[in-house]
């Protein structure tokens, strides 16, 4: 069985796109549709921009959205899931080349999400680190014993955890980290603290973008984020999708059930290869590949 997984924020590269845009006219349209919904041009900025004007959360979000949804578009009858998942952003991706989401709708949500999400990280100083080589347990357990604001973000795969939270919890979370044995507690250059408390206000915010968004079951499952598990029924698509952004990314788990569940092929469809590790690093047995 073949499971399709979308990329999340940092796969992003200046130039991506640019050949699907070239190169195929519905994938022409479609991102001419995109610049007339975003209200400006995000094609010049992924075609031709400098990778500081990529970096910003209001670009990134959709420039990766589109990379992935438009080319699974394109490879019509090549396309062919029979479970799909997406990393954090991704799984707005997934949602919407399985049919869940209108391109449109999944396109103004994605836009809708970044800029709640910029707005809630310049409320307070926050950020994310990369713990490596230590279990999910210890991770957890050292946490819980530093002040302020400070919980697992991503469990990326065994080994690679992504924390989230206070700067100056951050701070006090890796020097323990490392004192225990993590191979390294390196903060992330990001613009705040996703999937974890700190977000908070962007939640709120993009609550009521998602209620009022007509959510269709998808054509195959969904492995959503947050509880790692097979979602086709609309109204648990929707309230996964608001908890998603305090939740963390589950994706390890996520791709263990994926496996249990029949899955002996990942194929990544968007920019970067970054998934096809994390699924190499969760199950050796498996396939991986990618189309960019």
Not at 25 to 45: C, H, Q, S, W, Y
């Given at each position: 069985m073949?499971?399709?997984?979308?990329?999340?924020?940092?796969?992003?590269?200046?130039g991506?796109?640019?050949?699907?845009?070239?190169?195929?006219?519905v994938?022409?349209?479609?991102?001419?549709?995109a610049?007339?919904?975003?209200?400006?041009?995000?094609t010049?900025?992924?075609?031709?921009?400098?990778?500081?004007?990529?970096?910003?959360?209001?670009?990134?979000?959709?420039?990766?959205?589109?990379?992935?949804?438009?080319?699974a578009?394109?490879?019509?009858e090549?396309?062919?899931?029979?479970?799909?998942?997406?990393?954090?952003?991704?799984?707005?991706?997934?949602?919407?080349?399985?049919?869940?989401?209108s391109?449109?709708d999944?396109?103004?949500?994605?836009?809708?999400?970044?800029?709640?999400?910029?707005?809630?990280?310049?409320?307070?100083?926050?950020?994310?680190?990369?713990?490596?080589?230590?279990?999910?347990?210890?991770?957890?357990?050292i946490?819980?014993?530093?002040?302020?604001?400070?919980?697992?973000?991503?469990y990326?795969?065994?080994?690679?955890i992504v924390?989230s939270?206070?700067v100056?919890?951050?701070?006090?979370?890796?020097?323990?980290?490392?004192?225990?044995?993590?191979?390294?507690?390196?903060?992330?250059?990001?613009?705040?603290?996703?999937?974890?408390?700190?977000?908070?206000?962007?939640?709120?915010?993009?609550?009521?973008?998602i209620?009022?968004?007509?959510?269709?079951?998808?054509?195959?499952?969904v492995?959503q984020?947050?509880?790692?598990?097979?979602?086709?029924?609309?109204?648990?698509?929707?309230?996964?999708?608001?908890a998603?952004?305090?939740?963390?990314?589950?994706?390890t788990?996520?791709?263990?059930?994926?496996?249990?569940d029949?899955a002996?092929?990942?194929?990544?469809?968007?920019?970067?290869?970054?998934?096809?590790?994390?699924?190499?690093?969760?199950?050796?047995?498996v396939?991986?590949s990618?189309?960019?």
């Amino acid at each position: 069985m073949k499971a399709y997984v979308f990329p999340g924020q940092g796969a992003q590269f200046v130039g991506m796109g640019k050949d699907l845009y070239d190169n195929n006219p519905v994938a022409r349209e479609m991102f001419e549709k995109a610049n007339e919904i975003l209200g400006f041009r995000i094609t010049d900025i992924m075609f031709e921009g400098t990778d500081e004007d990529l970096k910003q959360t209001r670009v990134t979000q959709p420039a990766i959205f589109l990379h992935s949804v438009i080319l699974a578009k394109t490879l019509g009858e090549d396309f062919t899931p029979d479970m799909v998942a997406g990393h954090s952003l991704g799984e707005f991706s997934a949602l919407t080349a399985a049919g869940a989401l209108s391109f449109e709708d999944g396109l103004r949500l994605v836009s809708a999400r970044a800029q709640a999400m910029q707005k809630a990280c310049e409320l307070k100083p926050s950020t994310m680190a990369a713990v490596l080589a230590l279990p999910d347990e210890k991770v957890e357990e050292i946490l819980s014993t530093v002040d302020g604001v400070v919980v697992c973000a991503n469990y990326n795969c065994p080994g690679q955890i992504v924390i989230s939270g206070e700067v100056e919890a951050i701070d006090a979370a890796c020097e323990k980290l490392l004192a225990a044995g993590a191979k390294r507690a390196l903060k992330l250059k990001v613009g705040g603290a996703f999937h974890s408390p700190v977000m908070e206000p962007a939640r709120e915010e993009l609550a009521k973008a998602i209620e009022a968004t007509e959510v269709h079951a998808p054509s195959v499952p969904v492995y959503q984020n947050v509880d790692a598990l097979p979602h086709t029924d609309p109204a648990e698509i929707k309230a996964n999708l608001v908890a998603q952004l305090t939740a963390p990314v589950r994706w390890t788990q996520s791709v263990k059930n994926m496996v249990a569940d029949g899955a002996t092929e990942f194929i990544e469809v968007g920019p970067g290869k970054v998934l096809q590790g994390l699924v190499a690093k969760i199950d050796r047995n498996v396939a991986t590949s990618g189309r960019q």
